[in-house]
Structure formats: C-alpha cells, structure tokens
C-alpha cells in the first residue's frame, strides 16, 4: 500500500498551507490500514486497527454487560440501572413494539447484541486515539447483515413452506391482475437481492461518510494553521467538534435503525400469508 | 498529486470498499458471537429472572397491600357491628330497667296502698269493736245505775229481774229514740 509503514496518523503531519505541499485530501486510502501482523496483499490472514477495535469493542460491551448484569440485583445499583434501561429501550422500544411479546422474546438477546455491538463498533469513531469506526469498513455491516439474512430466510421457510416462501418475498396478491408478474419479479428482486446489500452499506456508507468529514475537517484545521489560514483553521476546527458531536448522534440513529429494519424483515418472515 | 491519484486509482482496482476482505469478515462475526454468546447465554437470562422478580416484589406487594386494606375494612365493618350491637343491647338494657323500676315502683306503690287500707281497715273494725263493747258495758253500767238509783228513788226495790229488764230497756230505747231524733234533727 501506499503509506510508509512507520506512518500512524492518517495524514501528513509536517504538511501545511503555503509550505508548497497539496491538501492532504482524506480518501479510500484513510479506510486502509498497514496489518499490524500478517500481509494484506496476498490471501493469507492478517491483522490490523478495524480488527484489534473490533475485539476491543467486544471484550468492553461484555465487560460491561458482566459489570452490570453478572450479579443483578431486584434494588439495581446505577451501573445495572443504565444497563437496564439500554436494555428495555430496545426490548420494549424495539422488539416488543414491532414483534411483540410472545414471538419477540425469543429475538430479544439478538438484537439487544446487534444494537450494542453496532453502537459500540460506530462509536470508536470518536473515541480519541482509536478514532475509527469499524462499521466503517463493509466487511462488519456484511457480517452484521448476512447473520440477519441467513435468519429471515429460513424462519421465512419455516414458518411459509417452500411455496409459501415463494408467495412472501414476492408479495404474491391476485388482486393486482395484470401486473402481478411485473410486482413479483420486482418484489423478489428487492427482498432476497437487494434488501441484504442495503441493509449492509445503510450502515456502512453512513459511517464512511461521517468519518470521511470528520478527517476532512481534522486534516483541514491541522493543515490550515499557517500565516492567514490559522483563521480558516479556527472555522475548521469548530467544525470537527459540531461534526462529532453529530457523528455521536448518526453512530446511535445507525445501530437503531440496524435493529429496526432487522424486527421489520422478521415480522415480515413471521407475519402470515395475505 | 499526480501520484496520489494513481494510487488512488491503483487502490480502487484492488480495494474496492464495497468488497469486503474475508479476514475481516471473520474477525467482525468473531467479536459479534462473542458478545452475542456472553449476552444471550448468561447476562440476560441474568438480568430477566432479576426483572422478573422485581416485578413479582411489586405486584406482590401491591397484592399484599390490597389484603391488608380488605382485612382492614373487614375489621372496621366487624367493630362497628359489635358497637351498634352494643348500643342496642344498652339501650335495651337501659329500657328493661327502667320497665322494671317502674313496674316495682306500681308494685310498691300497690303493696303500700293495700297495706294502708287493710291498717285503716283493721282500725276501723277496732274502734267499732271498742264502741260496742264500750256501748254493752255502758249500757249494763247504766241499766245498773238507773236502776238503783230508781230503787233509792221509788224506794222499792226491783229485784224483780224481768221487770227490771224491762224497765230498763224501755228506758233505752227512749235515749236512743232521742239521739236518732237529734240526729235526723241535726
């Protein structure tokens, strides 16, 4: 890859306006990371930045979830409390509200996973010396969606049958006569080919982009700070603190809306045949 | 510059973002099963039973509140029946007393007036007894007074027993004509 493997940060730090050097625009390259172990070029394993953040973000939503909930209390302390109440918002807020109780129990521990999981992965974003949010490289929302997929389509053929899952993801409903062929090839275009894709980069464009402005605006500010520009560098550097604290806004609005389409595909697989 | 952007393209050749890397892939599912098993396997089922009881410890104690508030009501209906019974049974009480007393008191009063005419009774049948005795004895004393001292006057004795009787009783009925006279009179 391009960088020197010495290189850390995501930019040059010696380059400044009117020093002759270009702006060091942010690009696909600040989403690639020299391995940390291992060779990415070839198609053995390796190991990089997204990857440590990625365990690390396990090992503290479990670390967590364990400090709060490994012994529960009927009185909660205010840890198990505000575990608690991340935990009802989305098993009442969400699943209770889409799926409803009886057939939305058994999800409940998936998409409380998949709502903390997704959080914490967006909110490395903004923690300082991480600074990445790991949703931000396809390969986690891919997972992430590939997982929910794989269950829509066999409750989907659980519940449905062979014929009936045919009739479910295309929306199959004599009432439309003519069209009825068109609506079917549409809706089975959309539901089992398209709907996984965008439920992935949903996620996955979200955070390229609000990282991609954050480094725009933490680039600018640093290479900015020369002769005149220092002005513009103040501008700049206002920006990079408005843009994180809506980047911590997007990180929550994205993982909800992750769990949400996810209930939303599951009630479609659950819901009879109209 | 000029590099910058054939690296760029260079990159997006072997890179495409929308392509994920496989390695990847599995470090990202790896970390999901790791929360997803830690949540699901212990800490929820943890946290639901805790949940679950509280929400057992609110109802139940609602529900034992609401008993109590029944056995309290069910005591206070209890306490103010065995009251009214009491009042009543006071009253009665009360009104069996007085009946009583004023039954004794008639009975007193009966017994009192009884005795009071049988005195005045006894009294009256004394004092008629008395006067005639005292009127017999009167009446022999008299006879016997008349009678001499008729002797010492006429001078000839009346030893003669059916004429003194006679005499006598000739002369009594003279008085007691006189005093039913008098009386009528009067």
Redesign the interface.
């Known amino acids: 890859?391009?960088a020197d493997p010495t290189q850390v940060l995501a930019f040059e730090t010696d380059c400044h306006i009117f020093d002759g050097c270009?702006f060091p625009a942010p690009?696909?390259?600040s989403?690639?990371f020299e391995p940390l172990a291992?060779n990415?070029d070839g198609n053995g394993?390796?190991?990089?930045k997204?990857?440590l953040l990625?365990?690390l973000?396990?090992?503290i939503?479990?670390g967590f979830?364990?400090a709060?909930?490994?012994r529960?209390?009927?009185v909660p302390g205010k840890l198990?409390m505000i575990?608690?109440s991340g935990?009802d918002f989305i098993r009442r807020g969400v699943v209770y509200e889409t799926l409803g109780k009886r057939e939305g129990e058994k999800y409940?521990?998936?998409i409380?996973?998949?709502f903390?999981?997704i959080w914490m992965m967006n909110l490395w974003s903004i923690i300082p010396v991480a600074q990445f949010p790991?949703t931000s490289?396809?390969?986690?929302p891919?997972?992430?969606a590939a997982?929910v997929y794989i269950l829509w389509v066999s409750l989907t053929f659980k519940r449905h049958g062979f014929v009936g899952f045919f009739k479910n993801v295309t929306g199959y409903d004599k009432s439309l006569g003519a069209v009825l062929p068109l609506a079917m090839l549409i809706e089975f275009f959309s539901n089992l080919i398209v709907r996984p894709f965008t439920h992935a980069?949903r996620l996955?464009a979200n955070m390229?982009a609000g990282h991609t402005l954050l480094l725009l605006f933490t680039i600018a500010s640093w290479y900015l700070l020369n002769g005149i520009g220092i002005a513009y560098a103040g501008v700049s550097f206002v920006m990079t603190i408005i843009m994180t604290a809506f980047e911590l806004f997007i990180q929550a609005v994205q993982a909800y809306v992750f769990v949400l389409l996810t209930c939303t595909y599951i009630q479609g697989a659950l819901a009879e045949h109209h | 510059m000029n590099s910058a952007l054939v690296f760029l393209a260079a990159e997006g050749e072997k890179e495409n973002p929308l392509i994920p890397p496989w390695p990847e892939v599995v470090i990202g599912l790896i970390a999901f099963v790791i929360v997803f098993g830690f949540l699901a396997k212990k800490l929820l089922p943890n946290i639901n039973k805790v949940l679950e009881e509280r929400r057992e410890a609110i109802e139940g104690g609602i529900e034992k509140a609401e008993a109590a508030q029944t056995e309290a009501q069910s005591v206070l209906e209890q306490y103010k029946a065995q009251l009214a019974e009491a009042r009543h049974e006071a009253a009665r009480l009360r009104q069996e007393a007085q009946e009583q007393g004023a039954a004794l008191i008639a009975e007193m009063r009966a017994e009192g007036q009884r005795q009071r005419e049988e005195i005045i009774a006894a009294g009256h049948a004394q004092i008629e007894a008395d006067r005639k005795a005292a009127a017999s004895a009167l009446r022999q004393d008299v006879g016997k007074l008349a009678t001499e001292l008729a002797g010492k006057l006429v001078g000839e004795s009346l030893q003669d027993h059916a004429r003194q009787s006679r005499v006598i009783d000739r002369f009594l009925d003279e008085l007691d004509g006189k005093a039913s006279t008098a009386e009528a009179a009067r």
């Open positions: 890859m391009s270009g690009g696909l390259h989403f690639l291992g990415a394993f390796y190991f990089n997204p990857m990625a365990l973000g396990s090992v939503i479990v979830f364990w709060a909930f490994a529960p209390k009927v198990q575990a608690e935990y409940v521990p998936l409380v996973t998949l903390f999981f790991v490289i396809i390969a986690y891919a997972g992430l997982i980069v996955f390229f």
